[in-house]
């Protein structure tokens, strides 16, 4: 479990694709290397992934290697991203930890596309598009994860075409910054975690709603 408050972010170095997975290699820092064990959970762009070799010895110094499952690459952008490509970094929550942020699971539902990442007014204004079966979870003032940050929605466009809507979000030059968010532009893809909550409570709902019908 994550909360989408990103401190640290990676480079990818390497991504070997075989028959059945994908071998990707993420350059981080030397804290962060440190404070994690083979076996850990790490978020990359806001995807859950298991960290199975650490790497210092070879031409890339402090490494983390993941193997990623085709079921992953279909979801996510991470089989997309390239080489020296910035990620956001989000090691798991702590109990001992202060909730900031929202619950994030690190389990992405969909790929977005940016239509506009741009400075208004001292603030950067973010607008990606997002395929209606997803963008019911969203909620104006809700909390949504873009490549693993935590955001709040500020409005929902529900018709940009037959299939998708958009949501436009406000982010403060701090989170612009300190994530990849700064290197995005215009048709990048960003991985999309909706609120959980939403999901469980639809889930939940849809036997009394189909009886009642």
Same mark, same amino acid.
């Given at each position: 479990?994550?909360?989408?408050?990103?401190?640290? !972010?990676?480079?990818?170095?390497?991504?070997?694709? !075989?028959? =059945?997975?994908?071998?990707?290699?993420?350059?981080?820092?030397?804290?962060?290397?440190?404070?994690?064990?083979?076996?850990? !959970?790490?978020?990359?762009?806001? *995807?859950?992934?298991?960290?199975?070799?650490?790497?210092?010895?070879?031409?890339?110094?402090? =490494?983390?290697? %993941? /193997?990623? *499952? /085709?079921?992953?690459? &279909?979801?996510?952008?991470?089989? =997309?991203?390239? %080489?020296?490509?910035?990620?956001?970094?989000?090691?798991?929550?702590?109990?001992?930890?202060?909730?900031?942020?929202?619950?994030?699971?690190?389990?992405? &539902?969909?790929?977005? @596309?940016?239509? @506009?990442?741009?400075?208004?007014? &001292?603030?950067?204004?973010?607008? *990606?598009?997002? /395929?209606?079966?997803?963008?019911?979870?969203?909620?104006?003032?809700?909390?949504?994860?873009?490549?693993?940050?935590?955001?709040?929605?500020?409005?929902?466009?529900?018709?940009?075409?037959?299939?998708?809507? !958009?949501?436009?979000?406000?982010?403060?030059?701090?989170?612009?910054?300190?994530?990849?968010?700064? %290197?995005?532009?215009?048709?990048?893809?960003?991985?999309?975690?909706? &609120?959980?909550?939403?999901?469980?409570?639809?889930?939940?709902?849809?036997?009394?709603?189909? *009886?009642?019908?």
């Amino acid at each position: 479990m994550f909360t989408g408050i990103i401190k640290s !972010s990676g480079t990818i170095q390497e991504s070997n694709k !075989s028959d =059945s997975k994908l071998e990707l290699w993420v350059g981080v820092n030397t804290d962060i290397w440190n404070r994690t064990d083979i076996g850990d !959970s790490i978020a990359v762009n806001g *995807v859950c992934l298991t960290l199975v070799k650490k790497d210092s010895k070879n031409k890339i110094p402090f =490494s983390f290697i %993941f /193997d990623v *499952v /085709d079921e992953t690459l &279909d979801k996510t952008n991470l089989g =997309s991203i390239g %080489f020296h490509e910035s990620v956001n970094i989000e090691t798991p929550l702590k109990l001992s930890d202060g909730l900031d942020g929202h619950i994030v699971q690190g389990h992405v &539902d969909t790929v977005g @596309q940016i239509l @506009q990442n741009e400075l208004i007014n &001292d603030n950067w204004l973010l607008e *990606v598009k997002i /395929d209606k079966k997803w963008l019911k979870y969203c909620i104006n003032k809700g909390s949504i994860a873009i490549d693993g940050i935590s955001l709040t929605i500020a409005k929902i466009n529900n018709h940009y075409d037959d299939k998708c809507g !958009s949501i436009s979000i406000s982010i403060i030059p701090h989170t612009h910054e300190n994530t990849n968010l700064k %290197f995005k532009t215009k048709n990048d893809t960003v991985n999309i975690e909706t &609120d959980f909550f939403g999901k469980y409570i639809e889930k939940f709902l849809k036997p009394r709603m189909d *009886v009642n019908e």
